[in-house]
């Protein structure tokens, strides 16, 4: 009996250490292939070529990674969407509090649409595809272009509220639509002059031997990591542009709501405090989960940077942040729910056909009948 029990343990480890090596020759696999790929490329173009580590080489969890993700993307894209058209489309909502509120559904399509597609087709081909320097670069600007705006449009719906809580009596006055547009395209050339000087100092680098990318896409700090030379440079434009972009849009934010708390504790008013707080708390949900990640990944010493780290806090910022931002304003919004009720009733409303009696025509081409 013992000799069987042994037996089978011994019989199970095996097994078990078979399917490990298995998986390990399976990336192995994998990862010559991409490399192969990414030398011959290199020799017929010239241009550097880069690949992405894979979540895992087994193809299972692959899949189940894939739809995870496809699903994070398309849930952000029908929340923003739907954000956005209710905006657009009711009037009620034409105000500069819902006018941010479009644009930052605005960015938040374009920033998940900069990161998805191409992490779900990296996903697919199990770290075998290869992106090239200028793709990378061009992943980069947008990246940094549509979250740097994002953080700085924040900062201008801080304001806003600080404006509408604080000086009631002028806020018409002061947030004025012409005022509105200047803040948004503001909020934009910002993230464009940030977004430029670094894309270019990173896509100049020299490039040399082993390119995976410990990461899901083309992210700052994992792509420097992979150059061949010293990088101090770049890695402080990396920490002024994101003191520029996330620390400053922040500490405005914070100076905002001290000034709005300050205001609400002299409220006499229950229901006034209650409306006031309400207003703010979908915005300080959304700014808490953007500003969070951020500061862990790009406001912190290089030396301390962490792949594993890096890779699972963006997937939080750049899957979950667009998907969670519309949630969060149209649930903890009762006017934004109100409106959406009201673009879903218009949208999926069928006009019952009319009824003719016998010997009447209809005139298509007028619309009456004889």
């Given at each position: 009996m013992w000799q069987i029990i042994i037996f089978l343990q011994v019989h199970v480890c095996k097994t078990e250490s078979q399917k490990s090596d298995r998986y390990e020759d399976m990336a192995v696999a994998s990862q010559r292939g991409a490399m192969g790929l990414m030398m011959e490329e290199e020799n017929q173009t010239g241009v550097v070529y880069f690949y992405f580590r894979p979540f895992s080489t087994n193809s299972t969890v692959a899949s189940l990674v894939f739809v995870g993700f496809l699903l994070l993307y398309l849930g952000s894209l029908i929340g923003n969407l739907t954000i956005g058209l209710t905006v657009w489309q009711d009037h009620s909502l034409h105000t500069p509090?819902?006018?941010?509120?479009?644009?930052?559904?605005?960015?938040?399509?374009?920033y998940s649409t900069n990161i998805a597609p191409l992490t779900l087709a990296s996903i697919l081909s199990m770290g075998k595809m290869l992106i090239s320097l200028p793709s990378c670069?061009?992943?980069?600007?947008?990246?940094?272009?549509?979250?740097g705006s994002d953080c700085v449009l924040l900062a201008i719906m801080a304001y806003d509220r600080y404006v509408a809580i604080c000086h009631p009596l002028h806020y018409s006055l002061i947030m004025s639509w012409q005022l509105?547009?200047?803040m948004a395209l503001g909020s934009l050339g910002l993230g464009f002059l940030l977004s430029l000087p670094l894309t270019i100092l990173i896509c100049h680098l020299?490039?040399?031997?082993?390119?995976?990318?410990y990461h899901f896409f083309c992210d700052m700090p994992a792509v420097m990591r992979l150059a061949c030379t010293d990088t101090h440079t770049h890695q402080a434009a990396l920490f002024a542009i994101s003191v520029a972009a996330v620390a400053i849009p922040f500490l405005l934010i914070c100076l905002s709501y001290g000034c709005i708390v300050a205001t609400i504790l002299r409220m006499t008013s229950a229901e006034g405090k209650r409306r006031a707080f309400s207003t703010c708390s979908s915005h300080l949900l959304v700014v808490v989960l953007q500003y969070g990640c951020c500061t862990l990944i790009y406001l912190r010493p290089s030396s301390s940077y962490s792949p594993e780290e890096g890779r699972a806090v963006s997937v939080v910022y750049t899957f979950f942040s667009p998907l969670l931002n519309p949630l969060i304003y149209s649930l903890r919004n009762q006017e934004v729910t109100e409106a959406i009720k009201r673009l879903l009733a218009r949208m999926f409303w069928f006009r019952k056909p009319e009824r003719f009696l016998p010997g009447e025509t209809i005139h298509r081409t007028r619309g009456n009948t004889v």
């Open positions: 509090m819902y006018f941010f509120l479009f644009v930052l559904a605005t960015l938040e399509l374009g670069g061009a992943q980069m600007f947008f990246f940094i272009l549509l979250g509105c547009g200047q020299p490039f040399c031997g082993h390119n995976e990318i």
